[in-house]
Every structure is written in structure tokens, then in C-alpha cells.
T-cell receptor, first 114, second 115 residues
Framework: DQQVKQNSPSLSVQEGRISILNCDYT??????FLWYKKYPAEGPTFLIS?????DKNEDGRFTVFLNKSAKHLSLHIVPSQPGDSAVYFC?????????????FGKGTHLIIQP | DAMVIQNPRYQVTQFGKPVTLSCSQT?????MYWYQQKSSQAPKLLFH???????NEADTPDNFQSRRPNTSFCFLDIRSPGLGDAAMYLC??????????????FGQGTRLTVV
């Protein structure tokens, strides 16, 4: 049973516009969330994270929003650039639960169109 | 410079023939992880080492083993690969385990093909 869900396998956005990638989770014990970006033939690279004590974290063009009551988080990229075309993975962890690895979603392939 | 290095990038092995994938890190991180990612699926944690302590996920098949001879190196051994074990295998490291959380650094992965 998938505990982290990214329901959009792909998303196409025009260059310069906002990209919004969504992620839902089912485990209410998750208290830390991360977004990873993956180019073809490369490993995932860390992008941005958020603790459950916050509802927003911003880093340059990237902002992550967390809605705990809805068990939903989103990654906003604005403005979108061609180099943002990649697969984006949402990941979560229950830091107090003894499970020490990240639980990943299946990823969303973001395509930035010129 | 690459900080988490996986070798080889591509590995072809025969059905039932043992295979070893390797991972090395220059970060001196305490924790090393192995993930399996099948096509269009989420990366799935197989096991991890915290220093020399081995932690196996409950649903990781016995066919998968790991060794960590020192801080820098970690190996994934598949004793008898089946066709269903064809996947991308990702190695990752992190400085600490649990809070305060630090992000995991991933290698480029090894794509395993079983013929």
C-alpha cells in the first residue's frame, strides 16, 4: 500500500509559468518531507524539505507547502525554466518511528516547454 | 566531484548467477542505504547501515544481502537473481539517522538486467 502518492505521472508547463507538483500521504506519523529531482541516468538530488511544524518553506524559485490536515504537500516552481525538466520525487519519513529510510512516491515527470 | 559513486553503472547478469553491486562515498557519512527502483515505481528501501549496524527492511527478500567493510564502501549482493530483480539500484548516504534530519545523497545508480 503506497503511503506516499504522486498521482500525476507527468506534467507539462510552459517556460516562465508556475509548475505545481502535488503529493499526498496516508501515514499521519510522517513528520518530515523532502523533494528530490532526478535527471535521466543520474541519481536523485535533494531539492527542498519541510518539517511538519511548518506549513511553508522557500528556497529561491522553489517553495514547498504542507497541509497536514489534508495530508498534502505541493512543490511550486516559479518561474519554470527548461532545466527544471526532470522527474520529481516526493519523500517522507517518520523520524520518531524507528524506520530510518525515506518513503518515496512514484515521481512526476515535469516537462517545461519553450 | 561525485560524492557517492556506484559501480558499475550497468550490470547484466544471468538468471541465478550471484552478482555484487558496489557503492563508495567520500562524505564520511555514518549511514548508507540501498534502494531498489523498478520501472515507473517509487524507490524502495532494502536496508541500511548505521555505522556497522545493519538494518533490514521487513519485506526485503533473503536473496538480498549487504556488506559494509568500512565507512566508505557498501556492497549489495544478490545471491540468485531472478527476472523480477531487474531494476535500478540506488545507493545513498546521510550524515545522521533520524532527527535532526539531513537529506540523503544518492549515487547515479546501477541498472541491473537479468537475462
Amino acid at each position: 500500500d503506497q503511503q506516499v502518492k504522486q498521482n500525476s505521472p507527468s506534467l507539462s508547463v510552459q517556460e516562465g509559468r508556475i509548475s505545481i507538483l502535488n503529493c499526498d500521504y496516508t501515514n499521519s506519523m510522517f513528520d518530515y518531507f523532502l523533494w528530490y529531482k532526478k535527471y535521466p541516468a543520474e541519481g536523485p538530488t535533494f531539492l527542498i524539505s519541510i518539517s511538519s511544524i511548518k506549513d511553508k518553506n522557500e528556497d529561491g524559485r522553489f517553495t514547498v507547502f504542507l497541509n497536514k490536515s489534508a495530508k498534502h504537500l505541493s512543490l511550486h516552481i516559479v518561474p519554470s525554466q527548461p532545466g527544471d525538466s526532470a522527474v520529481y520525487f516526493c519523500a517522507a519519513i517518520d523520524s520518531g518511528g524507528g524506520a530510518d529510510g525515506l518513503t518515496f512516491g512514484k515521481g512526476t515527470h515535469l516537462i517545461i516547454q519553450p | 566531484d561525485a560524492m557517492v559513486i556506484q559501480n558499475p553503472r550497468y550490470q547484466v547478469t544471468q538468471f541465478g548467477k550471484p552478482v555484487t553491486l558496489s557503492c563508495s562515498q567520500t562524505l564520511n557519512h555514518n549511514v548508507m542505504y540501498w534502494y531498489q527502483q523498478k520501472s515507473s515505481q517509487a524507490p524502495k528501501l532494502l536496508f541500511h547501515y548505521y555505522d556497522k549496524d545493519f538494518n533490514n527492511e521487513a519485506d526485503t527478500p533473503d536473496n538480498f544481502q549487504s556488506r559494509r567493510p568500512n565507512t566508505s564502501f557498501c556492497f549489495l549482493d544478490i545471491r540468485s537473481p531472478g527476472l523480477g530483480d531487474a531494476a535500478m539500484y540506488l545507493c545513498a548516504t546521510s550524515r545522521v539517522r533520524g532527527p535532526p534530519m539531513t537529506e540523503a545523497f544518492f549515487g547515479q545508480g546501477t541498472r541491473l538486467t537479468v537475462v
